[in-house]
């Protein structure tokens, strides 16, 4: 049971990642820039993007912000 588990928690990550990096796309910025103007480590953006970050509730909302894009649409069906 745990296991299935496990194995949807680092799908949502995945799919997560992947929606992080196409509002980044959309906007031209760097993971650099995002990570800048989200006040968190450039690294961690990256594990983010590559589906091995779990980000804070906190961290979620600043780069909805910076990414101009609404919390509801990076999680949505996750």
């Given at each position: 049971m745990l296991?299935?588990?496990d194995q949807?928690?680092?799908t949502a990550l995945q799919l997560l990642g992947e929606r992080?990096?196409?509002a980044r796309g959309r906007l031209g910025i760097s993971q650099e820039e995002l990570a800048f103007r989200a006040e968190i480590d450039?690294?961690?953006v990256?594990?983010?993007?590559r589906?091995?970050?779990n980000p804070s509730l906190l961290v979620m909302l600043r780069l909805s912000s910076v990414l101009q894009a609404p919390l509801?649409?990076?999680l949505r069906a996750l």
């Open positions: 296991r299935g588990m949807d928690f680092s992080i990096r196409e450039r690294t961690y990256s594990q983010i993007e589906g091995i970050g509801s649409r990076l």
